[in-house]
């Protein structure tokens, strides 16, 4: 008999729609939370809610028009699965930001306790992307796309890209609320880097 072991299956179509829904709804709570308590982040994401406390404008429509420009650039690199996925999850969360400030409140929310929960709910809602082949951000996919044509590491390239945004917040921001922001960006990205292995997770 083969030692060979068996290839591993791909996700079903219902696995991929549970797991697109799952984690646009996840990052949406995320998302309720970090507007709520003043808070910033990084990336896509970061950059629209930015660009809403700077404008007055809600964060779903900007976030949506913000992603529009990288999905030529996401067809390019990876294909027309991930960016049809990444459309409908950006779509998704845009949508469920915009209704569910109607269907969720928060009465009293600890701002560290606040930036641990962003942090454990976004983190565990790209994780559930990613493993569906999708995203919700442009910048990791221009870093990705330049690392391609230049040489130039993409983790560079979105480490840049945050150190700008949260130099921009110390000037709209008290320092208090980017130190909990700076804290639960690193929550997140420490849930991505821990739980994101390849080589543990292969479909």
């Known amino acids: 008999m083969s030692d060979t072991p068996n290839e591993p299956k791909k996700h079903t179509f219902i696995e991929d729609a549970q797991g697109l829904a799952y984690g646009s709804f996840m990052a949406s709570i995320g998302v309720l939370i970090l507007t709520h308590l003043g808070f910033v982040?990084?990336?896509t994401a970061g950059l629209a809610v930015m660009i809403s406390y700077a404008t007055g404008y809600g964060f779903a429509p900007i976030f949506f028009l913000v992603n529009l420009p990288f999905y030529w650039l996401g067809y390019r690199r990876?294909?027309?699965g991930f960016t049809i996925k990444s459309f409908i999850?950006?779509?998704l969360l845009s949508v469920l930001v915009a209704t569910l400030p109607s269907e969720i409140s928060f009465a009293h929310l600890d701002p560290l306790v606040g930036a641990v929960l962003f942090g454990f709910l976004t983190g565990s809602a790209l994780l559930a992307l990613f493993r569906h082949g999708a995203s919700l951000g442009g910048i990791g996919i221009?870093?990705?796309y330049?690392?391609?044509k230049t040489g130039f590491r993409a983790g560079w390239t979105q480490l840049i890209f945050d150190a700008c945004l949260f130099a921009w917040a110390f000037a709209i921001r008290d320092w208090q609320t980017v130190a909990w922001s700076f804290?639960?960006?690193?929550?997140v990205n420490l849930v991505?880097?821990?739980n994101h292995r390849r080589d543990?997770?292969?479909v």
Do not use: N, P, S, W
């Open 41 to 43: 982040t990084g990336q």
């Open 78 to 80: 990876f294909g027309l």
């Open 89 to 91: 999850a950006v779509a």
């Open 142 to 144: 221009v870093g990705l």
């Open 146 to 148: 330049l690392q391609d």
């Open 183 to 187: 804290l639960g960006a690193l929550v």
């Open 192 to 194: 991505i880097a821990i």
């Open 200 to 202: 543990r997770y292969v």
